[in-house]
């Protein structure tokens, strides 16, 4: 009976695991977001400056990523980070030299942290490695139309 147990919990885990693991994280991310700034700079709103949080993430190989993050800050100040990732306590991790990145997918939408003294050198001042919330972007192909477009099939139809 114990044995029984023990294999239906070890089963259970694994299936949750193979489950989490099958939503993609590969993509990009975006969320906008408003910063402090003058109002002369051109993304002024009464809110702030309008401005994007983003992150691409791109399958190198079995284990490995590509990161490409942009954090904004106030003032036109941002953080800039690029690197190689791996799966680390279902989490993606990317380490630069006292830098380490975390990537984490939960509920479609990705968190992204840093701990380290060596993080700030990938920023302006007042940035930060840091963003919450972002969401998958889903991009769609420009129309296409006229008589080359009916030719090779594609007239007014939208491709993923």
């Known amino acids: 009976m114990k044995d029984t147990s023990l294999l239906i919990l070890s089963l259970l885990f694994a299936f949750n695991r193979f489950c989490n693991a099958a939503e993609p994280i590969e993509g990009y991310f975006e969320k906008t977001i408003y910063t402090n700034c003058w109002p002369s700079y051109d993304n002024y709103t009464p809110k702030g400056c309008r401005d ?8 190198r190989n079995k284990s490995t990523y ?9 003032f036109g100040h ?8 791996h799966w680390e306590n279902e989490k993606l991790v990317s380490v630069d030299d006292d830098c380490k990145v975390f990537v984490e997918l939960a509920d ?5 942290n840093s701990k380290g003294e060596d993080c700030s050198s990938f920023c302006g001042a007042r940035g930060h490695l840091w963003a919450t919330g972002l969401m998958r972007k889903t991009r769609l192909a420009a129309r296409f139309t006229g008589p080359a477009a009916k030719k090779r099939g594609q007239a ?4 993923r």
């Open 66 to 74: 590509y990161v490409w993050l942009h954090t904004s800050a106030d």
């Open 108 to 112: 479609g939408r990705v968190n992204v």
């Open 156 to 159: 007014d139809e939208f491709k």
């Open 78 to 85: 941002f953080c800039s980070y690029r690197g190689l990732a």
């Open 52 to 59: 994007k949080d983003g992150i691409s993430i791109q399958k």
